[in-house]
């Protein structure tokens, strides 16, 4: 079972491939998931990979 911030980075790559903007991801995301989403940032920063093409939602090892 994936944690809260995986299923929000799976939502914002199914929002892009709506055809979504990034302000309009945001503002979904914090509709749903209230104090618990994902900052503006992280949620423009998965919107650009996910639209650079990348398929993983797994976070970076760091």
Same mark, same amino acid.
């Given at each position: 079972? @994936? ?8 939502? #914002?790559?199914? %929002? #892009?491939? %709506? +055809? +979504?903007?990034?302000? =309009? @991801?945001?503002? %979904?995301? +914090?509709?749903?998931?209230? =104090?618990? /989403?994902? /900052?503006?940032?992280? #949620? ?6 996910? &639209? =650079?093409?990348?398929? &993983? ?6």
């Amino acid at each position: 079972m @994936c944690d809260e911030k995986h299923e929000q980075r799976i939502n #914002v790559k199914f %929002l #892009v491939k %709506l +055809k +979504k903007t990034p302000t =309009e @991801c945001y503002k %979904l995301l +914090k509709e749903a998931y209230g =104090e618990n /989403s994902l /900052s503006r940032a992280r #949620v423009f920063e998965w919107y650009k990979r996910f &639209s =650079e093409g990348r398929e &993983s939602t797994e976070d970076d090892q760091r």
